[in-house]
């Protein structure tokens, strides 16, 4: 399957600078197969795609083509989130433990509470990024100030 992973920063990217397959460092027991540019249609899509129907709702605004601004909500995505883990979490019984999909979802709610198969690339001063899981990324967020400004760089599609 394939999936796209996003370079996301606090500063502006040049795009000779922008994350692609050989630069971008996967770290041990990566679940990527291969990496690949993709077109920029593509690109703006996976964009698209990655404020309208990935990240919370209302909790960023796209500005521009690469830009977007964090408006905050962090608390309550939190609550939203942790209460999503107990759900899952009450749905695991002894009778169930060896049933994988219920195991898995827990699993899941904790290490990608976004849902989703999209992976993030943050640049983090002073350390080597790897491609990471949506509760990394929310945890990078959750350091972040109302109205701060992120920039997507590099967009590379994935396969797992």
């Known amino acids: 399957m394939h999936s796209r992973i996003f370079q996301i920063t606090k500063e502006q990217v040049a795009r000779e600078n922008y994350l692609n397959e050989d630069t971008l460092v996967q770290g041990d027991g990566s679940h990527i197969d291969y990496c690949a540019e993709i077109s920029a249609k593509e690109r703006e899509q996976s964009i698209v795609c990655l404020v309208d129907d990935v990240l919370p709702k209302g909790m960023f605004t796209r ?3 690469n ?12 609550e939203q989130a942790i209460a999503n ?3 899952k979490l009450t749905a695991l019984t002894p009778e ?16 990608n509470p ?9 640049d983090v001063a002073g350390e080597q990024s790897i491609s990471e899981t949506s509760y990394d990324f929310m945890f990078y967020v959750s350091g972040l100030e109302e109205g701060t400004l992120l920039y997507i760089g590099g967009v590379i ?4």
């Open 85 to 87: 883990i107990h759900e």
């Open 96 to 111: 169930k433990y060896f049933y994988g999909s219920r195991l898995y979802r827990l699993k899941e709610a904790v290490v």
């Open 157 to 160: 599609d994935y396969h797992f």
């Open 67 to 78: 830009i977007l601004r964090y408006n905050g909500g962090m608390e309550q995505w939190k």
């Open 114 to 122: 976004l849902d989703t198969d999209f992976l993030f690339y943050m």
């Open 63 to 65: 500005l521009g083509a």
